[in-house]
Structure formats: structure tokens, C-alpha cells
């Protein structure tokens, strides 16, 4: 593509993602620019709703590429992940073909013949006419290159990771009745994980390995101004500021970025000015998930606003 | 540059982050992207690359910051240039002459070390330093034993006994500048002595962890120190992990068992009987489950301890896990082991049963009254204990009913097979009923008997 953007450094990266209204940080840019320099997939792991998925849509509006998700379950296999054959087309081709056979054999008077005859013909039965791409095979077909995102790879099966393995470090795979089919243009690749398991080390080393932790204050702000449109700057300190105060409770399911931002919305519709234990209090559920995480951290309200309030004067 | 990359693998290494040669490939090609100008980007690139979990990533950001933690000699130098000019101006000049008049002291004859150090060079001898160290192979120090070793090697390449033999021949001519030069030397052994102990701390931390784990692991359990019993416990959790690892991966394993005759004949009765289609059996496994049965009177309790810590860290292995703990009364400890931290616990049950005598035949009478009902065909009743029981009525009866209503009987001893049988110990009576009866002292014979209850359900 024409206006494919080379990013050219680091900063590049961080403003074209930041004009997607993606807020990364150095190490996320670097990742970034370095899995374009030495085409390398990059392994992004880190608790649930701090941008893993939202990274590849990132990446593929700012370099204005198409797209192309694989959302991994458990019992996923090639069948649906790489190729599938169509077999109704099949069915119908060996059809037409008993139907010509008397032309195509037209002749032959031995069977010995015929055989020779039928094998002069030439084989579509296995031929690129009767693959229906799935994603992954699709990605290594777009001309254009694309970003490819296997999102949620934890969640597979440990057979599944091995059948990647060939896709991830040479961008080819092997259907084996065609031969081998590599990417026209190497896809830019993003697996996420959420640590439900462990991956194996065959896939670890073909990979960069980015973690996306719980971002720092400064840095969720900024996430935030750019999500939420019509915060108030002091609002939008007061909360960030109590969300990394519930942070560090011992909580069930701490609350990430994307509840942040959920949190962040819900404050501006019900047009909070500031921070205050009665509104709070009525929305804690958009950001706890939990009712025992609720319970704990509801009798604290008060003195985490007051710490954000006193580190917002400071800060 | 790609000298010192590769020392940072080594280091790395020796953190506990496993550097495949391909890894470093790819942090080669890295760092040629992204260049070493800059020291952030530089850590993040190689963070990148070479760390493969959150634990490696924290344990190899604390090595590049060792690591680099040398001082660079280039700004050194900038900074030991400015301070020279900064003194220049403010002192008045004759100070400065005077310095200079210092400097012009006859210092030919010397060797290059003397000279280094007289002239005060920083710069020149970190260089040298890190250039012997090179010499030397500091990077393959791995026991703190060895400092003095490396120290003497370093200082040998780096010319000593020229500097030796400079300052006997400088105190009879010139006993000042002998007092410096040995001023000198002695900063010099100190500049030695830390690069070693940086060196240690780069390249030999996971040898010397290797080596203590080694020794924990060896030791035995009744008898390990105070301080100790934390060290051991982190051993004992890796240990979990490990088998977990091992065992909790579902593997795919033939289960076709025999030929499944009467199925196959109903199947295939439209053939008049010819076998088209066979039926096989399916061979059945079972999850594991077990009840373990733990003696925690005095000399055993430790153990007990560091076992029930074990096969309670095995959740995703084991999901059936029943613990009793006794001395002379039986209560289930199942409940507290799960809640509560491992130190908690162990106090809890300690304060429960703990430090009586022990009295095997009432804890197993405790056992049959209250808990027969939870042993099935599937389960493997472990029981750790030294069998000494006073004397008591041993009622290996009992141990007889519950082997024959569970799977296996295995018995834990932590005795040595040489004192089974001898003073009280029912040892050999018992032993009659089990399946297995093994030592269990060390961290690594827990492992093994642990491992292998575990491998029978595979």
C-alpha cells in the first residue's frame, strides 16, 4: 500500500498509535517498532482490559491495514483456525466429471488406458479452487500485509500452539496435499494471553514477550482524556487516583483500564463535577465485578477519595 | 559492543533467564535496531526479547541494571576533565604548578601499572581492570570461594609483580612516592575486590542458588535449621510446580483396552457375526485422590509439615485431597490447610494435636470411627509417620481395613530402614499391609514418593 507509514522510530509509533487514540507506553512503542524491524510476532500478556486486543486495532487503523482476528477457544483446530476443503464443491466437481468422463476417456480401450488417460488429466480435486481460507491462511493472503490477532491464545489447546508454530517464525504454512503457501507480505502479528496457563517455550521464543501490567497514574489520565471526551481535568485526576488506591486492596478482580474508562463515562453521563462517597458508592458495580469485592472495598470509599483528593493537591 | 552483549547473556544466564542461542540472535538484531545510545530503549528492547515471563522480566531488568551499573568510563572522564579545569581556575597557580612539579617526579623506570596508578588515571585503570577481568574469565566465577582466586589473577594479568618490584626499588630511592604508590595499590585491590563481587553477583547467582538448593534439597527435613525453614519451603514450592507441570498436562495416551467381545457380537449381528466393526474396552483412569494421614508428634512434625505443604500446592494434580494429622488423637486438618497460610496452619494444628506422644492405635482407631467412610476403591492412603508408638497397641488391624479398602497403602518413614523395627517402632508390622513403604527424610525422596503416588493415576 501507498501510504503505508514506515515507522521510521519509537516516537512515530507512539504518536501514530496515540492519534488512534491509543495511549501507549515506551516499552509498548518499542515492541511495536521492533516486531516491524525484525518480523517478529509479538506475545502481549497482562490481566484482563488493559488494551491487549485494543493494541492490534491500534496498530491496524494507524498503519491502515485490514485486520484479522482469531479469536482462540478451547477445541479450536485447523479446520477453522487455517484451511477447510469444500467439500460440497467436491462433491459436485467429481459429479460433473463422472458426467465427462466419457470424453475425457474418450478412446481408450484398455482400462490400462483409460488409467494413463485419467492421470494425464490433471488433479483439481486438491487444488486452491476447493480451500476455503480460514483466518490465519487468509492473513498470509492478503497482498497488502495485514495485522493478524490471536487474541486469547491461553484459552487453545496446547496442539493448537504447535500448529502456529510454523506460521509464527517463517509466515508460511503447509497444506499438504498443495505444498506450501507463504505470505505474499509478512502479517504483522499480536497474540494476547491472559496467563490462564502457561504456553509452551517453542512458542515463547518465536515471539517478543510484552507485558501490559496496570498503567502508572500519568499515563491512565492520558488514557482517559482521550477515551472520554468531557471530563473534567480534576475529576479525571480524582478518579484515576482512587481506582490505583482500590488497585491495592486485595481484591478478587481488580479493576483495569477498560472499567476506567467504563467508570469514566458513567461519571460524565451522570454529570459528576468531583468525586464524592453518595456517587461513588452508587457506582462501584461498573467498576468491582464482585459483590464480595464490593463488600470490601465499599467501607474504605470515603478515605481513598480523600487520599486522591490530597494527592490530586499535591500531585 | 557485541563482546559486551554477550557477557550480558552469560549475566543473564546466570539470573535464571534461559538465553537460547536463537534469543540472542534476535536480541542482536534488536539492539542493531534500536542501537545503545539510549539506555531505557535499550533495556526495554532487550527485555523484550530475551524475557519470556513477568518473573524473568523483573529478574533480567535487575541484572542490566548490575550490569551496567559499571561506570562508563567515557562520561567519567568528561566529569574527571571538568573537575580538572574547574580546579584550575579556582586554585591559584602556583597550587597548580605545584601539582604539575608532582607529576614530573621521575616516574620513568616504572612499570605501566605504576605509572597508571601514580598518574592517577581512573579512566586508564577501570579499563585495565575490566580488560584483566576479560583475561582473568571473571564471567566463570560461581562460588563466593573463589573471590580471592579471581582477585590475585586479575591483579597478576594486570602487572602486580612489576608494581612489586617498582616499589621495593622506589623505597630506597624514594620513600614519598613509594608511600603513594602503595596508597595507590591499596585502592587498586579495593577497585579488584568490587569488580569480583559484581562479577559474583552477575554470572554465579543461579550456580550458588543451584548449590544450596542442592544441599536443602539433600538435607534432612526432621533436623534443618531455623532460618532454614523458609528457604525450605520456597524448595518445597518449586518442587509443587515442577510436578504440576509434569503431571497436570492431559495427556493423550491410548486408552483402547481389550477387545470388548460381547459388544463387537451384537454390533456386527447383521453379518451374521462376521466381525465388520470392532468394539473395544475403554481402559478407565482415575483422578487421583488421596487421604494422607500424618503423624505430627515431635521428631516428625516437620516433615509432616513440609509434605502437607507439598500435596496441598498440588491442586490442579490432586483435586481430591483429605489430610489427618495425629499424635495420639486424630483430627482432619483438610480445611485449615487450605485456608490458612502454610506458618498459620502449622500452628494451628500444631496447638491442636500437636507434641504428644504419638499413639498410632488410637489415632487409627480415630480414623475408623469417623473418616472409613472416605476411602473408595480409587484412593491412595498415604501415611507418614516413624511408626514409633510407645509401645501402645500398634492395631495394625486397622491398617489392614484400610488397605484393603483403598487402591494403595503407601508408608512414608523418615527413618532410616536400619531403625525399622528396633525400640518401639512397628515398623515391620505394619509394613505387612502396605503396598509401599519408603524413607522419606529429604526434600528430594518427598519428591520422588510424591511424584511417583501421583504418576500411578497417570
Known amino acids: 500500500m501507498a501510504d503505508q507509514k514506515a515507522s521510521t522510530s519509537i516516537e512515530a509509533v507512539e504518536s501514530g498509535l496515540a492519534a488512534q487514540g491509543y495511549i501507549a507506553s515506551r516499552q509498548i512503542a518499542t515492541a511495536v517498532y521492533l516486531s516491524q524491524q525484525i518480523e517478529k510476532p509479538i506475545l502481549v500478556e497482562g490481566p484482563a482490559g488493559v488494551g491487549k486486543t485494543e493494541l492490534a486495532k491500534a496498530i491496524a487503523a494507524w498503519r491502515g491495514m485490514k485486520m484479522i482476528r482469531l479469536q482462540c477457544y478451547e477445541g479450536l483446530d485447523e479446520a477453522k483456525a487455517l484451511y477447510e476443503w469444500k467439500y460440497a464443491k467436491q462433491l459436485l466437481y467429481t459429479q460433473i466429471l463422472k458426467d465427462k468422463l466419457g470424453e475425457v476417456l474418450g478412446g481408450a480401450q484398455t482400462l490400462h488406458a483409460a488409467l494413463d488417460q485419467l492421470h494425464d488429466f490433471g488433479d483439481v480435486f486438491f487444488s486452491k479452487e476447493f480451500v476455503e481460507p480460514r483466518p490465519l491462511l487468509q492473513a498470509l493472503e492478503q497482498p497488502g500485509g495485514c495485522v493478524l490477532l490471536i487474541d486469547e491464545i491461553d484459552k487453545s489447546d496446547a496442539e493448537f500452539e504447535s500448529l502456529l508454530l510454523e506460521i509464527l517464525s517463517d509466515f508460511q504454512v503447509t497444506i499438504p496435499e498443495l505444498g506450501t503457501v507463504s505470505a505474499i507480505t509478512p502479517p504483522t502479528v499480536i497474540l494476547t494471553s491472559n496467563s490462564e496457563r502457561d504456553l509452551g517455550d517453542a512458542l515463547k521464543r518465536r515471539c517478543l514477550h510484552l507485558h501490559i501490567g496496570f498503567p502508572e497514574q500519568r499515563l491512565e489520565e492520558r488514557i482517559v482524556e482521550s477515551r472520554v471526551h468531557g471530563i473534567s481535568q480534576t475529576l479525571r485526576r480524582q478518579m484515576v487516583g482512587f481506582i490505583h488506591e482500590i488497585r491495592s486492596l486485595d481484591l478478587k478482580k481488580l479493576p483495569s483500564v477498560s472499567e476506567t474508562i467504563d467508570w469514566a463515562r458513567v461519571l460524565v453521563l451522570l454529570q459528576a463535577s468531583e468525586l464524592d462517597t453518595e456517587i461513588v458508592k452508587d457506582t462501584l458495580n461498573v467498576l468491582l465485578k464482585y459483590e464480595a469485592d464490593i463488600e470490601a472495598a465499599a467501607p474504605q470509599v470515603t478515605t481513598f477519595i480523600a487520599k486522591a483528593a490530597r494527592s490530586n493537591v499535591f500531585g | ?458
Open chain 2, 1 to 458: 559492543m557485541r563482546e559486551n552483549l554477550h557477557r550480558f547473556f552469560r549475566a543473564a544466564r546466570g539470573a535464571g533467564v534461559r538465553v537460547s542461542p536463537a534469543e540472542s540472535i534476535d536480541a542482536m538484531r534488536a539492539v542493531a535496531q534500536v542501537g545503545v545510545s539510549d539506555r531505557a530503549i535499550l533495556r526495554d528492547a532487550l527485555l523484550l526479547t530475551l524475557a519470556k515471563s513477568q518473573d524473568e522480566k523483573l529478574a533480567l531488568g535487575d541484572c542490566f541494571d548490575l550490569f551496567f551499573s559499571q561506570p562508563e568510563p567515557r562520561q567519567e572522564q568528561a566529569e574527571a576533565d571538568s573537575e580538572d579545569a574547574a580546579q584550575g581556575t579556582d586554585q591559584s597557580p602556583s597550587s597548580g604548578a605545584a601539582s604539575e612539579a608532582a607529576g614530573r617526579e621521575p616516574t620513568e623506570g616504572l612499570g605501566p601499572l605504576a605509572q597508571m596508578l601514580l598518574s592517577q588515571d581512573r579512566n586508564a585503570i577501570a579499563a585495565a581492570i575490566a580488560s584483566a577481568a576479560g583475561a582473568a574469565s571473571l564471567s566463570d566465577i560461581r562460588y563466593s570461594t573463589q573471590r580471592g582466586i579471581f582477585s590475585s589473577r586479575i591483579l597478576d594479568a594486570m602487572g602486580l609483580q612489576r608494581l612489586r618490584d617498582d616499589l621495593d626499588a622506589l623505597t630506597a630511592t624514594n620513600p614519598s612516592l613509594a608511600e603513594r604508590l602503595r596508597a595507590g595499590l591499596d585502592a587498586l585491590r579495593e577497585a579488584v575486590r568490587d569488580t569480583v563481587s559484581q562479577g559474583l553477583a552477575l554470572y554465579a547467582r543461579e550456580e550458588a542458588e543451584n548449590l544450596r538448593n542442592d544441599i536443602l534439597r539433600n538435607a534432612p527435613l526432621a533436623r534443618i535449621e531455623r532460618r532454614q525453614v523458609e528457604e525450605m519451603r520456597a524448595l518445597i514450592r518449586k518442587i509443587a510446580r515442577r510436578l504440576r507441570e509434569r503431571f497436570s498436562k492431559p495427556r493423550k495416551r491410548q486408552r483402547r483396552g481389550h477387545l470388548d467381545v460381547r459388544r463387537t457380537l451384537r454390533r456386527n449381528a447383521a453379518w451374521g457375526g462376521v466381525p465388520f466393526l470392532t468394539a473395544w474396552k475403554r481402559k478407565h483412569r482415575d483422578r487421583p485422590k488421596i487421604v494422607a494421614l500424618c503423624d505430627v508428634s515431635g521428631s516428625v512434625a516437620q516433615v509432616s509439615d513440609f509434605f502437607l505443604l507439598l500435596i496441598h500446592s498440588l491442586h490442579e494434580v490432586v483435586d481430591d485431597v483429605r489430610s489427618f494429622a495425629f499424635s495420639s488423637h486424630l483430627i482432619e486438618v483438610s480445611d485449615i490447610l487450605e485456608t490458612k497460610s502454610p506458618e498459620d496452619a502449622m500452628q494451628e494444628i500444631m496447638s491442636k494435636v500437636g507434641f504428644g506422644s504419638s499413639d498410632y492405635g488410637s489415632a487409627l482407631v480415630d480414623f475408623e470411627k469417623e473418616f472409613m467412610s472416605t476411602l473408595t476403591p480409587q484412593t491412595t492412603v498415604i501415611v507418614l509417620g516413624d511408626a514409633r508408638s510407645n509401645n501402645l497397641d500398634p492395631r495394625a488391624d486397622i491398617l489392614r481395613r484400610i488397605s484393603e479398602r483403598s487402591k494403595r497403602l503407601v508408608w512414608l518413614n523418615p527413618e532410616g530402614r536400619l531403625a525399622w523395627g528396633f525400640g518401639d517402632s512397628e515398623m515391620p508390622r505394619y509394613a505387612t499391609f502396605c503396598s509401599v513403604v519408603r524413607q522419606c527424610a529429604t526434600a528430594q525422596q518427598l519428591e520422588r514418593a510424591v511424584s511417583d503416588i501421583v504418576a500411578t493415576y497417570q
